[in-house]
C-alpha cells in the first residue's frame, strides 16, 4: 500500500506539472493574442541591409535582426475650416487669399478639397479663435477634429533601422508640438523672429537628416509605411525652407501653421492607413 501509494503520488506530479505547464502556455498565448488584437498591432518586416551598406553609412553594427514594438499614440487636433470646395484651382485661390492674412491655408482632401487656417489642442481654443475671426474680420469658419488613432507597430529589422524609424515617429511628433508653440507665440506677438527663424531652420535640418538617413537604409525599399515616413519628412523640410523664406510676420505665421498642418493631417492619414 505504502508503494502504490508513492508510485501514484509521482506519477501526478510527473503529468500533472507538464499539464499546468501547457495549460499556462496556451493562456499566456491567448491573452497576448487579444492584447495585440485589442492594441491593433501592425507587423512590419523591414528589408534587411547589407554589410556594404551599413559600412558606408555607419560605424561597423550588430546586423541581426531584432524585434521592437512602438506605440505611436492617439492624438486629436481641432481645426478651423474656412470652406470645401469641389475643384482644387477654386481651394488653390481661396487658400491664397487667406495665407496673405495669416492663415495656414492647408488644403486637406477628403471628397472634398477643404481649405484650413490653423489646427489647435483643444476645442476651447479653436472657438476662442472662430469667434475672433467672427467679430473681428468677420470671417465665418467651422471646427472639424483630426483624429490619429493609436497603432502600435511589431517591427522586425536591424537595430540601425529600427531606430532610424522610431527616431523618425518621434521627431515629427515633437515637431508638431514644437510648432503649434511657435505659431501661438507668433499670433500672441509675443515671439522673437530671428529666434524662431534658427529654431525652424534647426528643425529643417533635423527633417532632412532623418529623410535622408531613410533613404540611406531602405533604398527606397520596405513597407509603404517606410516609404511613407520617407516622404513626409521631405516634405516638412521643403515647407520649413518656405517659412525661411517668408516675408513678414503675417507670412511667417501662416507658413508656420502649414507645416504644422501638414505634420498633423498627414501622420493622422498615416495612422490611419495603418490601422487594422
Same mark, same amino acid.
Given at each position: 500500500?505504502?508503494?502504490?501509494?508513492?508510485?501514484?503520488?509521482?506519477?501526478?506530479?510527473?503529468?500533472?506539472?507538464?499539464?499546468?505547464?501547457?495549460?499556462?502556455?496556451?493562456?499566456?498565448?491567448?491573452?497576448?493574442?487579444?492584447?495585440?488584437?485589442?492594441?491593433?498591432?501592425?507587423?512590419?518586416?523591414?528589408?534587411?541591409?547589407?554589410?556594404?551598406?551599413?559600412?558606408?553609412?555607419?560605424?561597423?553594427?550588430?546586423?541581426?535582426?531584432?524585434?521592437?514594438?512602438?506605440?505611436?499614440?492617439?492624438?486629436?487636433?481641432?481645426?478651423?475650416?474656412?470652406?470645401?470646395?469641389?475643384?482644387?484651382?477654386?481651394?488653390?485661390?481661396?487658400?491664397?487669399?487667406?495665407?496673405?492674412?495669416?492663415?495656414?491655408?492647408?488644403?486637406?482632401?477628403?471628397?472634398?478639397?477643404?481649405? %484650413? $487656417? &490653423?489646427?489647435?489642442?483643444? #476645442?476651447?481654443? /479653436?472657438? =476662442?479663435?472662430?469667434?475672433? +475671426?467672427? !467679430?473681428?474680420?468677420?470671417?465665418?469658419?467651422?471646427?472639424?477634429?483630426?483624429?490619429?488613432?493609436?497603432?502600435?507597430?511589431?517591427?522586425?529589422?536591424?537595430?540601425?533601422?529600427?531606430?532610424?524609424?522610431?527616431?523618425?515617429?518621434?521627431?515629427?511628433?515633437?515637431?508638431?508640438?514644437?510648432?503649434?508653440?511657435?505659431?501661438?507665440?507668433?499670433?500672441?506677438?509675443?515671439?522673437?523672429?530671428?529666434?524662431? %527663424? $534658427? &529654431?525652424?531652420?534647426?528643425? #529643417?535640418?533635423? /527633417?532632412? =537628416?532623418?529623410?535622408?538617413? +531613410?533613404? !540611406?537604409?531602405?533604398?527606397?525599399?520596405?513597407?509603404?509605411?517606410?516609404?511613407?515616413?520617407?516622404?513626409?519628412?521631405?516634405?516638412?523640410?521643403?515647407?520649413?525652407?518656405?517659412?525661411?523664406?517668408?516675408?513678414?510676420?503675417?507670412?511667417?505665421?501662416?507658413?508656420?501653421?502649414?507645416?504644422?498642418?501638414?505634420?498633423?493631417?498627414?501622420?493622422?492619414?498615416?495612422?490611419?492607413?495603418?490601422?487594422?
Amino acid at each position: 500500500m505504502r508503494a502504490g501509494r508513492l508510485a501514484t503520488r509521482r506519477y501526478k506530479v510527473r503529468r500533472g506539472y507538464g499539464g499546468w505547464i501547457g495549460l499556462a502556455a496556451v493562456c499566456l498565448l491567448l491573452v497576448m493574442a487579444g492584447y495585440a488584437l485589442r492594441q491593433g498591432w501592425i507587423t512590419l518586416s523591414l528589408p534587411v541591409i547589407t554589410p556594404e551598406k551599413a559600412a558606408a553609412t555607419h560605424p561597423p553594427q550588430d546586423l541581426s535582426p531584432q524585434e521592437r514594438a512602438f506605440t505611436l499614440p492617439g492624438q486629436s487636433w481641432f481645426a478651423l475650416q474656412l470652406g470645401a470646395f469641389d475643384q482644387l484651382s477654386s481651394a488653390q485661390s481661396v487658400a491664397d487669399g487667406y495665407r496673405s492674412r495669416g492663415a495656414g491655408g492647408y488644403l486637406l482632401q477628403q471628397g472634398s478639397y477643404r481649405v %484650413l $487656417a &490653423a489646427a489647435y489642442a483643444t #476645442r476651447a481654443e /479653436a472657438q =476662442a479663435v472662430q469667434n475672433q +475671426l467672427k !467679430t473681428q474680420h468677420g470671417v465665418e469658419a467651422v471646427i472639424t477634429e483630426i483624429v490619429r488613432p493609436e497603432i502600435t507597430l511589431h517591427l522586425t529589422g536591424q537595430a540601425m533601422q529600427l531606430t532610424a524609424l522610431t527616431d523618425a515617429y518621434d521627431a515629427v511628433d515633437q515637431l508638431i508640438g514644437h510648432l503649434n508653440a511657435l505659431f501661438l507665440s507668433l499670433d500672441q506677438g509675443q515671439a522673437d523672429t530671428e529666434a524662431i %527663424l $534658427a &529654431a525652424l531652420r534647426s528643425e #529643417r535640418d533635423t /527633417a532632412a =537628416a532623418l529623410a535622408s538617413r +531613410l533613404d !540611406t537604409l531602405f533604398a527606397g525599399a520596405g513597407h509603404p509605411a517606410v516609404r511613407n515616413m520617407a516622404s513626409l519628412l521631405e516634405d516638412i523640410a521643403s515647407a520649413l525652407d518656405g517659412c525661411l523664406s517668408a516675408q513678414g510676420r503675417a507670412r511667417l505665421g501662416a507658413q508656420v501653421k502649414y507645416c504644422h498642418l501638414l505634420c498633423v493631417c498627414r501622420m493622422a492619414a498615416y495612422a490611419e492607413g495603418l490601422a487594422p
